[in-house]
């Protein structure tokens, strides 16, 4: 259970219900994506097949092991990465799987990753079997549009709602993680990830992070560092195009959420936080369409020296 963080009160309430046997016969994870759903699911399978009695699930057990190495016989996973819908054929072969006995779990566990992705027939098909199943089976329904199931569905699924980590919580799991990697950089994934530790795990694995350039660009903005800027700007003239189209691109977006502090919305970027504190909503603005403005020459084949030179002088951060 600890496999998961956070969301304190969903594992106490998952813990008492393994405890006293109260068990559903289908669950509902939702929650944005990276929230924890398939970690959840996991567990609640590991949970559901453990053959240790008192703390389940103990992680330790053959049937556990199996669930984590995701080699369990009796857990089935309803999708084809290869359809873009869920559809009423996968929840048809489930369905006449169901009656087919465990081999040799407790149960048998049907994971669906894409709930939110059943049609209408899907799920109309799907309700058949979670009205009355089995006593073994068992359906983990993974969303992150619960809205979009009907309302059957949902009334007859035991809610799981994934929450939003603490900030400290996330930053110390991200820090034990890029034991590297700065601390400035694991504060800006986590800024953008609303709270999801998946999303800034993300982010930081596919470097879609603020790119060094993109920080220093904003704290030369914020101190209207003239100096910072040029030292910025000089060697990125001998940069190719298709790399600094997109690093000032970053740079628009890092003024545009500046934008949006000011106006009164968080902030994905500690950067861009701290950006919309020091310089004006026009500041701001003017920078950014002065940005806008080089990437238009950049793609219209001016040179990156020459847009460079350019704009050190369009973005005369001392005004
Ligand atoms: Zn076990």
Known sequence: MEALLGNERLKTGLTAAFASGKLS????????????????????????????GARRPCGTCLQCRKVLDGVHPDVI????????????EMIRKARADVYIKPNEGLRKVYIIPRAMDMNAAAQNALLKVIEEPPDYAAFLLLSDAAERLLPTIRSRSVPLQLSPLP???????????????????????????????????????????????TRRFADCFARRDKLGLTELLVPL???????????????????????AVRAGQPGRWEAARQLGRSRTSAESLRALRSLRRAIELLQGNVSPGAVCGVLQVWLDVTD
Do not use: N
């Not at 289908?26 to 053959?51: D, N, V």
């Not at 003239?237 to 977006?253: D, H, N, S, Y």
């Open 77 to 88: 996973t309803v999708d084809d990465p290869a359809k873009k819908t869920v559809t009423v």
């Open 167 to 213: 900030e400290e919580l996330g930053m110390a799991e991200l820090a034990r993680r890029f034991p590297g990697k700065d601390r400035s950089a694991l504060a800006d994934a986590w800024g953008r990830s609303e709270g999801f530790l998946g999303q800034a795990l993300k982010l930081l694995t596919e470097g879609e992070s603020l790119a060094e350039e």
């Open 237 to 259: 003239e001998r940069r190719k195009r298709e790399e600094l189209i997109p690093l000032l691109t970053q740079w628009v977006e890092i003024l545009s959420q500046a934008l």
């Open 25 to 52: 016969h289908c669950y509902l994870l939702a929650g944005p994506p990276g929230s924890g759903k398939h970690t959840l699911a996991r567990i609640l399978t590991a949970a559901m097949e453990c053959t240790q």
